[in-house]
């Protein structure tokens, strides 16, 4: 059996292809069945042991004092050997644990018909459009490391993109004429927007924007504040665990929300004890998670400009399927109610928003729907420089977001510049977006460091402990760096001082 499993911050979903149907695995808590697990962490005060999911779920609302709601999150901007603060387990320890416990529930209390030999579960998986390569990195290998054979791994909006597809366009073999459809996905933790073209069975991911921590759970911290504050409360006074166990009950208030509903009643006392229970003005609640939601329309009015740009026109409708509403956090009356207000008919609500990209993963999944996949490249890749004198470091962008590899073979990109300094001291970032003047910006993650002699007299030296200098007397020298992007997404530079003739290569990493 094949499976499509959303990792997701606040739930982790899982869809399975079964001849031809996509069903959602339901999981047997103690007795009730729920459709997702929780993404919680807790150490279980009684037998130190850390937990996962619904288990952790408990621990936390009892008050353990390490536990951590929103794993992904947490994990989101650390390297695998990082540790997680308060857990005392590195970023990959417990993406594997929360897996395990999956993979564990999945055979022993859902409700799919699993066979019992207990070999590797096939999956295809998805991560944030936005995600940095390092959190794919550690995404894959949690994967593996837990017992699954990951089929593939692609962006979240594309798999709602196929969800999309799926259930819109009556069948996917249909020869249509190539069609878009924008996806709008605001989870507990991460939004993204991404445009994907759809024409037969291929789909192409071919321009994206998000916000890595933009969600559900910033809503819940803005309700949350409101109730601290009106109880005199403040967040530094909260026991260790308390913290998180208010987070989850001001999720839960949240999620009660109506359009119509003009108060709400938060019994702080049920996760601190002794606090009291307060009323809240929903206007007030509202008005403090509205910049958030303005920057999610904001990165999404860019991406209509961008399809503009390419010569697709979003107010046709037979070019554009719609802007399609995806995420849990899509049924957050202020959401609906800008998104209406902003795009109007352009409009389409999933018809299960929290389940739309586990079951585009379980289509992905499924050989007999035969898909093709396709993904630009959805972060920028580029190179701090010394600036000239006086002036700050420069940046480079070397490979844009939205670079579309494939078949076709590697892209390559040149720079041929006479050195200023006798090192060059590179060092290479991926972010999610540029600002002005071409500065990176959103969700900065560090690749490599290198160092390369510009002057030939550093031959053979260690660089590391060397200082960078200014020097006139390289004016004349002329330096190449070659940088290659395979298909695969491999990233590596050749720099080479023409002048003297001598190079090295330096392999910089996947870009994804
Ligand atoms: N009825 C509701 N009203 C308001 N918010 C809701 C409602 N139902 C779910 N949510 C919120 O949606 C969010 C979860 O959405 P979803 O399951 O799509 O996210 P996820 O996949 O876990 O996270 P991500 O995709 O960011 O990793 C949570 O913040 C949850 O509180
Ligand atoms: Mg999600």
Known sequence: MRLGIDLGTTRTLVAAALDGRYALASFDDQGEFKDHLPGIVARDPASGELCHGWAAARALAAGAPDSLRSLKRA????????????????????????????RADLFERSTLELPADDGPLEAMIAVPANASSRQRYLTLEAFHRAGFRVLGMVNEPTAAAIEFAHNHLGGL????????????????????????????RSFELIASEGIGRLGGDDFDDALLDAALAEAGLTRASLAPGALAAAQELARAAKEGLRPTTRRVLVDLGAALPGAPAVTLATADVYARCAPLIERSITLTEQLFARLAERGIDPEDGRQLGGLY????????????????????????????????????LAVAADPAAGLLVREAVTRHFGVWREGDAGRDKVFDAILGKDTLGGAAGPITVRRVYHPEHTIGHLRFLE?????????????????????????????????????????????????????????GGMVAVEIANLTRGYAR????????
Request: proline share 8%; with cysteine.
């Open 431 to 487: 972010c999610g977006g540029l600002g002005a003047g071409g500065q990176p910006a959103r969700d900065l993650t560090p690749w490599a460091e290198i160092r390369f002699p510009y002057d030939p007299a550093l031959l053979g030296r260690d660089l590391g402990g060397l200082p960078v200098e200014r020097s006139s007397a390289l004016a004349g020298e002329e330096i190449a760096e070659t940088y290659t992007y395979q298909p």
């Open 75 to 102: 994990i989101s901007g650390l390297g695998p050997d990082d540790l997680v603060p308060g857990l005392g387990a590195s970023a990959l320890e417990l993406y594997t644990g929360f897996l395990r416990q999956l």
């Open 505 to 512: 290569t330096y392999q910089l990493g996947q870009l994804t």
């Open 173 to 200: 073999g249909k020869r249509s004429p190539k069609r878009y459809v924008v996806v709008y996905d605001l989870g507990g933790g991460t939004f993204d927007t991404s445009a994907v073209s759809l024409d037969g």
């Open 325 to 360: 509403l995806v995420g849990g956090a899509v049924a957050f009356p202020p959401v609906a109610q800008a998104l209406r207000a902003r795009f109007g008919r352009k409009l389409q609500l999933a018809p299960q928003p929290h389940a739309a990209t586990a079951v585009g």
